[in-house]
């Protein structure tokens, strides 16, 4: 009888301190700009989850918020899902930059108390920044890859694909996300809110899906976009509109790049006090009130 590969599923952490590349890995990984990405720190709030299926092997990705100690509620909640995504993980990517090597011990930088049950594989990103001599070295201990050039994605999924446990693939083969556009919806106006808005305020903003009605043409969304205090309001808003105008334009090329059809983005802009600090509203907005996870 002829030998049939056996099929394999994994669930795969791409985790490390804010700002090390995880959110262009994972777009390069899945081979679609899926996650937002920004040069400034802490863009991603809460895991995505993207999905690559080659033959006989299926990877869910998760694309964790920087590990950090939290400063206030919101961080902390960040922090928790984290965990709880490292807590299942098969495989635990630790991410670092190849300019800032060498990458410390995995628990150290995550708060643990011990090493996680899960194998971690250090990868060097940003490999484009430093010199080809300097990647040979870093490649002696651990993968070395550059989302932008793409230099060491394949190498990197050999190394994934080798590891995977066996198993039955949970998603069609189609797929290349798990969460709803509603969710992406909220995720592209964010990146654009820290394309267009200086300083502090694209982490005091936040997007909430009001009504979609998927089965019109365009596509219409309405949108509430939330802020902490009324000047920022008037700055998401602009002169006649400008910025908010700029804001939907932003986003929807990027909601329809993934949808595939066309979109009314309806947007209004209102002032929610603290809410980064609120409990309830954090929960309403997505951050599960979540207990400190102890990872195996």
Known sequence: MPHTEPSRFGHV??????NVGKSSLLNALVGQQLAIVSPRVQTTRLPVTGLRTDGHSQIAFHDLPGLLDPGYLMQARMQAAGLAELSRADLILHLHPSTDAPAPPFHRMAGLARPPAAPVLTVYTKADLVSADRQLELARAGEVVSATTGAGIDHLLERIEAGLPEGTHQFDAGDV?????RFFVGEYLREAAFALLNEELPYAFTAEVEEFREAERPVYIRVNLYVERESQKRIVIGAGGKTIKAIG???RRRIEDLTGAAVYLDLWVKVLPHWR?????LTRFGFADAPHTEVP
Not at 177 to 181: A, N, R, S
């Open 249 to 251: 334009a932003h986003a």
């Open 177 to 181: 996300g798990t969460q709803p556009v």
């Open 277 to 281: 600090a609120n409990a309830a509203a």
């Open 13 to 18: 952490a791409l985790a490390g301190a804010p």
